[in-house]
Structure formats: structure tokens, C-alpha cells
């Protein structure tokens, strides 16, 4: 049995896993990311899951390693600077991995974003299978995407391509963290959607964290306020997806992510609005769906996006 070694680096946790060919997930591993720790204790805790990984039996049968980590990412380089963890810019996480001891000799670890390895998960055994072309995207904290192009997934030169949360949707609009104006992620990530439920003055539950978990809540149960800000950001996502149709003829969407939870509150505004931005033939009734998997996508990803870089993988070579 093939074995593909597999980790997820994000904000809040550092996840790996073993992945069976089918995408199954054979063993698991997780520690908390210390997001302002040190560069030192950033590796100490991707060390500490490798160390767990490699004690089970089915590591004597690692063939690849794939590494989705929150970016930007440097695919060239090995390296990575997530924006939500400041100890780590430009850091060798690809030389950190291949470095461990268990990990055999001649095994190179891949390394894509991790948005990019949802979409690489999806396009296996997800909502994306057997789609030819497809934009996936991640909803959450904030707003990134993947390209399946030509039946393989499009991972670009760095490991970014697809990175719908920062397509400009206006051009006044207010400056993103990443320092350009109006980007979709300023109006659809939950922190945003957030933020303007309370601009407008809406105000979450006693004892309930004002979220955009509880922002959907609020909508479902009438609060105008609420549903504004969903509203907001479903046009805006619109937007991107609807140009993004326009240069790549897209076949399907799948969107993930927390803020996706919030099912028709969210996705009955968006189908709306892209009926209003998608008016060419060609781009006219994409299908727009929930992603088929949920909190391990970014290691069944990652598996994949390594498995790709095999003669025998399961999942069709990458873009580069």
C-alpha cells in the first residue's frame, strides 16, 4: 500500500497526517500553532507532529511528503511567510520537513498554499471530481481559492495561483491587509462580514461571540442588519467568481471554509448577484456548491498535490 505524508500548517494548528491512495486519512497528528511564537517554536511544533507520524507502521511505506501551509508561499524557494504567523517570513519549511530524520533519503517534500491544496483535495475525491474546470474557494477568516484547469490543478509559478481573495471587486473601496483597495476578501471574509453586521449597528447574543457564525444565526432569524452584511459580502464574491468565469470558462464552484457554514443565508444572495455579474453565455448558470470535505481537506490536499509529483499518483499532475 502507497503511503503519502501530508501536513497542513495554519494559524490556529499544525496538522499532518498518513493518506492511503484513496484518500483516506491512515493516521493523524495535530499540535497547536504558537502563531507569535518564535521561528524555533514554530518548527518545534511541525517537528513534534512529524516525530508522531513516523512512529506509526504505516510510515515505513512513505513515498511522498506534501506541505499546505497558509501563505504566501514560495514554491521555488521552499519557503513561507503566512501573514497570521509573523515568526516565520521566508522561512525553510521545505528543508525543515526533508530534514527530519525519519523522513527517507530522497523524498523532496511539495509545497503549495493551502487554498490550493483544498482545491487539490476537492478535485480528488471532493465536490470538484471529474470537473474539468473549476474555481474552489475557501471562506473564512479570510478568502483564498484554487484552479482546476484542463482537468489538472493549477498551482501557478509560487504556489499562489488562485488566489481569489485578492481580486479587486472596488476600486474606492477600503484597503485590504495586503495593501491594494476593495479586495473581495475586505467584504466577504468573516471578519469582515463581522465588522459590518456591527457597523450597522447589530450586536451578537449575550454570552455569544460576535462572529460571523453568529451574524448567519441572526440573518436566519430576520435581522436586516444581519442579513446586509451577508448580502455585501455574496456580491462581492460574485464579482470575483463571475470574472474569474470570464478568463478561465469555469464549469463549476465549490466554496468551503467557516463562513460557507452558513448555507443559503450566504449562497441564496450569492447565486442572485452572480446572475447579475455572469451574463455572457459562456459564464451564465456556473453551478455554485458547498465543498464535499470539511476540516481535513488541507492534508487530503496536501497528500494529493504530492501524490501528483508521482509517476503512479492517484491525482493528475499539477500546473505549474
Not at 512529524?50 to 521555488?76: M, N, Y
Not at 511567510?81 to 530524520?101: A, C, D, Q, T, Y
Not at 471587486?169 to 476578501?185: H, S, Y
Amino acid at each position: 500500500m502507497t503511503v503519502y505524508g501530508a501536513l497542513d500548517i495554519g494559524g490556529t494548528k499544525i496538522a499532518g497526517a498518513l493518506v492511503d491512495s484513496g484518500g483516506r486519512l491512515l493516521a493523524r497528528a495535530q499540535r497547536p500553532t504558537p502563531a507569535l511564537g518564535t521561528a524555533d517554536e514554530l518548527a518545534a511544533a511541525v517537528t513534534a507532529v512529524q516525530d508522531e507520524l513516523a512512529a506509526h507502521p504505516a510510515w515505513a511505506r512513505l513515498s511522498c511528503v506534501g506541505i499546505a501551509s497558509a501563505g504566501p508561499v514560495d514554491t521555488a524557494g521552499g519557503t513561507v511567510s503566512p501573514v497570521n504567523i509573523p515568526g516565520w517570513r521566508k522561512f525553510p519549511l521545505v528543508e525543515l520537513v526533508r530534514g527530519h530524520p525519519g523522513v527517507p533519503a530522497g523524498i523532496e517534500p511539495v509545497l503549495v498554499g493551502d487554498a490550493v491544496a483544498m482545491t487539490a483535495a476537492e478535485h480528488w475525491i471532493g465536490a470538484a471530481r471529474g470537473v474539468a474546470n473549476a474555481l474552489c474557494m475557501v471562506v473564512s477568516t479570510g478568502v483564498g481559492g484554487g484552479i482546476v484547469l484542463d482537468d489538472r490543478v493549477h498551482a501557478g509559478r509560487t504556489g499562489n495561483a488562485g488566489h481569489i481573495g485578492h481580486i479587486t471587486v472596488d476600486l474606492n473601496g477600503p484597503r485590504c491587509p495586503c495593501g491594494a483597495p476593495g479586495c473581495v476578501e475586505t467584504y466577504a471574509s468573516g471578519t469582515a462580514i463581522a465588522a459590518h453586521a456591527r457597523a450597522l449597528g447589530w450586536t451578537a447574543p449575550p454570552g455569544v461571540p460576535p462572529t460571523a457564525a453568529a451574524v448567519a444565526e441572526s440573518a436566519r432569524d430576520g435581522d436586516d442588519r444581519a442579513r446586509a452584511a451577508y448580502e455585501r459580502a455574496a456580491r462581492a464574491l460574485a464579482a470575483a467568481i463571475a470574472a474569474t468565469a470570464a478568463l478561465v470558462e469555469l464549469e463549476r464552484v465549490v466554496i468551503g471554509g467557516g463562513v460557507a457554514q452558513a448555507g443559503e443565508v450566504l449562497f441564496a444572495p450569492l447565486r442572485r448577484h452572480l446572475a447579475d455579474f455572469a451574463v455572457l453565455d459562456f459564464i451564465r448558470d456556473i453551478p455554485v456548491v458547498t465543498a464535499g470535505l470539511a476540516l481535513d481537506a488541507g492534508l487530503v490536499g496536501a497528500a494529493a498535490v504530492a501524490a501528483s509529483a508521482l509517476d503512479s499518483g492517484p491525482v493528475p499532475a499539477l500546473h505549474s
